[in-house]
């Protein structure tokens, strides 16, 4: 079935989706009865369908953001290959009962966890990476045995319809289709009884899925987003913590969950890291003098909505005292915002309060980690903390005072690329972990298994009347076991 973009009355999508889940719900019967080969068989079809269409996958991205192909190769294309590829390598032991012991006082007995599929599923994917992160869920889902539903978001539209070829291309409707269209679509879908809902987004539309799949007691991945910090101490390396901060925060132009969202520096070392900063600015996107507007390795806002956001950021900052430090052209023609540095942002500026999502970066100093430490914990948990340092005993201060969905220590980003790192947030930022087994067993039932052997068991010494014996047994249960 294919369902279109156009506007269409709220009634008729609603009964196109709701035919396309029963057809679902139909076949995830006979998807639970299948073995972990046919499974299989559908990533690897997947992996080469995606090998196979990188031109157009690179092309649907510079049309939504004139994103480069080169990080379209990176961060859309080997990302979602490098979980695919992960999977397929584990899925037959992934599929298999896991044992666990056996206590004691339940000797005789044996005992294991098996996964099974949790039926039809609803993929919501973002805009900010539009096909990684249908892919990634889709390749967990597929993995635990489930039929899906991907919703891609409508502001990125052309990646939307590369999508819905894909999934027409690989994949029977009944087990795998996209849904395109707008919140309207989306309200559809969250009124249909999925059994597990992967929603990657903002929190305060997280909160919203969570609502609705409420209703149904289905449940959830949430991954969301937040003010992700970046702490560079005075033991860094401050060259290459500039590159890396900076590499995090360009790459799609400050689209991304886990993008840093603010820098706090030790004092004697801030004047320092700023211009490390403002020189890689010049050598990843001005190398050759003509302003980074010019540059073919920068991305752009998605749409206008998002831009003026973003650039209303930066004049609240400004009207409030913050002053930039580089960067600051901003382009409404081709939404395009510059990467800028900027200090003295207030703490109750919207810059300070917001999710930037976008390539404005403040700096705050600070003297010591403690003090570092509570500018961060005064804020809802982070989805991600990065701590610059090359002192152990600092490294391992910020790691176990600072709660956050995830962290890397002289990095940004990368552990999102690590399959075997569980992905996801932690309060506001998130709830459900991603990537890997951790990706499997989210799209899985885990269903715990007892076998006790036939006849006369230790149990059964304890079952009514409660004669003194009994009660004698039971007391040496709780005393001993």
């Known amino acids: 079935m294919e369902l279109h973009t156009a506007p269409a009355p709220a009634a008729a999508a609603s009964d196109s989706v709701e035919l396309l889940f029963q057809r679902q719900r139909a076949r995830a019967e006979a998807l639970r009865r299948e073995g972990w080969e046919s499974r299989a068989a559908r990533l690897r079809k997947l992996s080469r369908w995606i090998d196979d269409n990188r031109a157009a996958i690179q092309q649907a991205l510079y049309a939504d953001f004139r994103k480069p192909a080169a990080e379209t190769d990176v961060s859309e294309i080997w990302s979602s290959q490098v979980e695919i590829k992960h999977t397929l390598r584990n899925l037959k032991q992934w599929t298999q009962p896991r044992p666990v012991g056996t206590p004691i006082s339940l000797m005789g007995t044996r005992n294991w966890v098996q996964y099974e599929p949790k039926g ?27 039929a899906c539903i991907i919703k891609p978001s409508e502001i990125t539209p052309t990646v939307a319809a590369l999508l819905a070829r894909m999934c027409r291309e690989l994949f029977d409707p009944a087990e795998v289709t996209v849904v395109e269209g707008d919140k309207d679509v989306a309200t559809a879908l969250l009124k249909l009884p999925f059994n597990h809902i992967f929603f990657t987004g903002s929190p305060q539309v997280g909160k919203i899925v969570m609502r609705a799949a409420a209703e149904h007691l289905a449940s959830v991945t949430l991954e969301l987003g937040g003010k992700s910090p970046v702490i560079v101490d005075d033991t860094a390396d401050l060259r290459d913590a500039a590159e890396k ?12 969950c886990v993008a840093p969202d603010y820098v706090l520096v030790q004092e004697s070392v801030k004047e320092k890291l700023v211009e490390e900063m403002k020189d890689v600015v010049r050598r990843f996107y001005d190398p050759e003098g003509e302003g980074v507007a010019a540059s073919k390795s920068y991305a752009r806002i ?3 909505h998002h831009f003026q956001r973003i650039a209303s950021l930066l004049e609240d900052a400004q009207a409030q005292g913050a002053n930039i430090l580089s960067g600051g052209m901003v382009d409404a023609g081709q939404r395009f915002i510059e990467p800028t540095l900027l200090e003295g942002a207030p703490a109750e500026s919207r810059i300070m309060q917001e999710e930037i999502f976008g390539p404005l970066l403040p700096i705050i100093p600070f003297r010591t980690l403690m003090e570092a430490t509570d500018v961060v914990n005064s804020r809802l948990q982070p989805l991600a903390l990065y701590v610059f340092s090359q002192s152990a005993e600092h490294q391992r201060y910020l790691l176990q005072n600072i709660p956050a969905g ?5 990095e940004t980003i990368l552990h999102l690329a690590h399959p075997d790192l569980p992905f996801g947030g932690f309060g506001n930022s998130g709830l459900g972990k991603a990537h890997g087994f951790a990706g499997f067993v989210g799209f899985s039932n885990e269903k715990s298994v007892l076998k006790q052997r036939v006849g006369r068991t230790g149990i059964k010494t304890m ?7 009994v009660r004698k047994m039971i007391g040496w249960l709780l005393k001993f076991f």
Do not use: E, H
């Open 120 to 146: 039809v599923c609803l993929i919501i994917a973002p805009w900010n990476y539009p096909f990684y992160l249908a892919i990634d869920p889709l390749a967990s889902a597929l993995a635990a045995g489930n």
């Open 406 to 410: 995830g962290s890397c220590v002289n």
């Open 245 to 256: 901060i900076m590499w995090g925060k360009g790459i799609n132009a400050g689209q991304t």
């Open 463 to 469: 079952y009514p009347p409660y004669t003194p014996k």
């Open 302 to 304: 998605v749409n206008q």
